[in-house]
C-alpha cells in the first residue's frame, strides 16, 4: 500500500479513572483513523497511557500502592475503554515500557552528544496536576494560569536550549500554516513565541518516578519530554530493525486538546529540531466539554462516565452526539436534552427513518430484493444520485481539517434531500399505478443511502455494519472506492426483515409520569 496515515492520541496520565475527555480525544482520532482506513491508506493510530512524573507517583502514594502496580492498574482501565467504546487504535503505549524508557535514554543522548542539554539548577514555580512548570509573571493569586496549585521547587537540573530555537520555530509555523490548527490556537502558540522562550528544565531530582537520565542517576527526564517521545518510540525510531518509522514518520497529526497545545507545537518540534527529525504535518487542538453547563471536575462530582453515557444513550449514538454537536475545536456543552435531540432527530427521525422506511418497502413490494439498477433516470434521480456521490470529495476536505461537524452536517443535507425525494416520488402510490417506476425509486434510495451509510462507518461502525448488511452489501464492497456509480447496487436478495436500526431514547417511567 503506497499511502499512509500515522495519527496519535495524546496519552493520558493514570492518576485517575478515564472520563468523556479522554474518550473525546481518542474518539475524534478513531473516527479519523477509520475513514482513512476506508479510504485506501496504511493507518497506524497510537493511544496510550503517560506512567511517569510527580502526579501519578502522588496518586499512587495517595491509594497506598507502588507507583508501578498503581499504573498496571490504572492503565488497563483506558486500554479497557478502547474496547468498549469501539476504538479502533493499532497500538497501545505505556511509558513505563521497556521499548520506551530505551527510546527516551537515546533521545537523550542524542540532545547531550550535540549540546542542546546542559547542567544547572532549577529555581521556581511547579503545577504538579499540569506537569508543568512557571514563569514568575504567570503566576496569578498564588496559582498557575490554569488553576493549578503551584510549589516552589529547587534543584539541580538539566535544561534544554529551547532559548534557541524562537526563530526556527516561527518560521517554521510561517511556511507551515496547517501546522497548527484551529488558526485562533494557531495565533495563540505564534504570539507565545514571539513572546521569547526561555529554556526549559528536563529533569528532576526531587523525586524518582520517571525515566533515569543516563550517566546521572539522581535524575529522572522531565515528564513530558519523556510522555512527548511517546510517538517516536511507538514506531521504533532508533531500531534499525523496525521498519514502521520509514513508513509512518513524520507523524501526519497529533490530536491534542487545548490545555496541552503548548507542549505539542513549542516543545516538541523545538525536541524534534535538536534531533533532526522531520516534524509532525499537524497538531489540532479541540475544545473542552463541560457538563450541563459546568466545569466537569471531582470536586464538583459531575464527571462524565463515557460508559455509563454508551450504556444509557447507545455507543454509536454517543458517539455521533460528540462529533455532531459541537464545532470540532471549540468548547462544547453536554446536556440530557443536546444529546437525547440529536439521538430522536438526527438518527432516529432523519436516518432511521429513511432507512426503515425504504428496506420495508422494497422487502414488501419488491420479493424481499433490491431492485435492478434502472436503464434510465429521471433529472430528480440524478440529481438526488450527483449529490450522493459528491460527498465522498466533501468529506476528505473536512477530515483532513478535522471539521467532523461539518462532515457529518453535509451528509445530513442529502439525508435531507433523500427524505423529500421519498415524499414527491410516493412510492407507496406508485405501487399501484406504475410498479416499474416504483422500483427505481427504491434502487435510487437504496443507492443514496448505501453511500450515506458507507461514508457513516467511520462515525457509528457498528450501525452502519448493520444498515449494509441489511442492503446486501458484501463486507469486502464497504471502502470508499465503492463510492461510485461503476460500483451501484445490483439485484440481491435482502438476507434478514429489516428491522428499524436507531431507536428513540425512552423516557425513565418516572419522568414519562411527571
Ligand atoms: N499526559 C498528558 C498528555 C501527554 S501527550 C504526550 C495529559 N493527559 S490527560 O490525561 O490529563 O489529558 C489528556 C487529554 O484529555 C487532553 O487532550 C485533554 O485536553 C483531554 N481532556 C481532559 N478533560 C477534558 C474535557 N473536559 N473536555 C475535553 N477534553 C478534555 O494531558
Redesign the pocket.
Known amino acids: 500500500m503506497s499511502k499512509s496515515y500515522y495519527l496519535?492520541?495524546?496519552?493520558?496520565?493514570v492518576?485517575?479513572k478515564p472520563?468523556?475527555?479522554?474518550a473525546?480525544?481518542t474518539l475524534a482520532c478513531d473516527v479519523l483513523a477509520r475513514f482513512k482506513r476506508l479510504d485506501g491508506y496504511a493507518v497506524k493510530f497510537l493511544t496510550g497511557?503517560?506512567e511517569h512524573g510527580q502526579k501519578v507517583e502522588k496518586s499512587a502514594a495517595d491509594n497506598n500502592m507502588p507507583p508501578q502496580k498503581f499504573t498496571d492498574e490504572v492503565s488497563q482501565n483506558f486500554r479497557d475503554l478502547t474496547a468498549q467504546l469501539n476504538f479502533s487504535n493499532d497500538d497501545f503505549i505505556r511509558t513505563t515500557e521497556p521499548r520506551h524508557k530505551t527510546t527516551c535514554q537515546h533521545i537523550w543522548q542524542q540532545l547531550i552528544d550535540a549540546g542542546h542539554i546542559y547542567l544547572d539548577s532549577y529555581k521556581g514555580w511547579y503545577a504538579v496536576r499540569?506537569?508543568a512548570y512557571y514563569a514568575e509573571s504567570e503566576i496569578i493569586d498564588g496559582k498557575a494560569p490554569s488553576g493549578a496549585s503551584v510549589e516552589w521547587v529547587e534543584e539541580p537540573s538539566y535544561f534544554f536550549r529551547l532559548s534557541a530555537f524562537g526563530d526556527k520555530l516561527l518560521a517554521h509555523y510561517e511556511q507551515n500554516p496547517n501546522f497548527i490548527g484551529p488558526t485562533s490556537r494557531r495565533n495563540e502558540v505564534v504570539s507565545f513565541v514571539k513572546s521569547g522562550l526561555h529554556d526549559l528544565s528536563v529533569s528532576r531530582t526531587s523525586f524518582s518516578w520517571g525515566v533515569p537520565v543516563p550517566n546521572d542517576e539522581n535524575h529522572v527526564m522531565y515528564?513530558?519530554l519523556d510522555?512527548?517521545t511517546?510517538?517516536l518510540t511507538a514506531v521504533g525510531y532508533g531500531d534499525d530493525k523496525n521498519a514502521d518509522y520509514a513508513q509512518f514518520w513524520p507523524a501526519d497529526l497529533?490530536?491534542?486538546?487545548?490545555?496541552?497545545l503548548r507542549?505539542?507545537a513549542i516543545y516538541?518540534p523545538a525536541f524534534l529540531m535538536a534531533l533532526n527529525v522531520p516534524l509532525p504535518k499537524r497538531v489540532y487542538?479541540?475544545?473542552?466539554?463541560?457538563n450541563e453547563g459546568q466545569?466537569?471536575s471531582k470536586s464538583l462530582g459531575n464527571v462524565i462516565d463515557p460508559v455509563e453515557l454508551a450504556k444509557i444513550y447507545g455507543l454509536d449514538q454517543m458517539r455521533y452526539f460528540l462529533l455532531r454537536e459541537v464545532p470540532f475545536g471549540n468548547?462544547?456543552d453536554f446536556s440530557h436534552s443536546a444529546m437525547t435531540q440529536r439521538m430522536n432527530g438526527d438518527l432516529a427521525n432523519d436516518l432511521g427513518n429513511l432507512c426503515q422506511r425504504v428496506l420495508s418497502m422494497v422487502w414488501k413490494n419488491c420479493t424481499e430484493t433490491i431492485p435492478p439498477k434502472p436503464d434510465t433516470f429521471t433529472k430528480a434521480d440524478e440529481a438526488l444520485l450527483a449529490r450522493a456521490y459528491a460527498l465522498l470529495d466533501a468529506c476528505r476536505k473536512e477530515y483532513d481539517a478535522q471539521q467532523f461537524h461539518t462532515a457529518l452536517k453535509t451528509i445530513w443535507e442529502v439525508i435531507a434531500d433523500a427524505n423529500r425525494y421519498v415524499d414527491e416520488m410516493a412510492p407507496w402510490a406508485l405501487r399501484k399505478t406504475d410498479a416499474e417506476r416504483m422500483a427505481d425509486v427504491l434502487w435510487v434510495l437504496c443507492e443514496v443511502i448505501r453511500v450515506v451509510v458507507i461514508l457513516l462507518q467511520p462515525v457509528m461502525p457498528q450501525s452502519c455494519a448493520k444498515l449494509l448488511e441489511q442492503l446486501a452489501v458484501a463486507e469486502d464492497a464497504r471502502g470508499f472506492d465503492n463510492l461510485t456509480p461503476a460500483h451501484a447496487l445490483t439485484a440481491a436478495k435482502m438476507p434478514t426483515k429489516p428491522e428499524p436500526i436507531f431507536p428513540r431514547y425512552i423516557q425513565e417511567e418516572e419522568e414519562q409520569n411527571d
Open positions: 496519535t492520541s495524546p496519552i493520558y496520565y492518576n485517575d472520563h468523556i475527555g479522554h473525546y480525544t497511557t503517560d499540569d506537569e515528564v513530558w510522555a512527548l511517546n510517538y497529533h490530536m491534542v486538546g487545548k490545555d496541552i507542549f505539542h516538541w487542538a479541540h475544545g473542552w466539554w463541560t466545569k466537569i468548547d462544547g
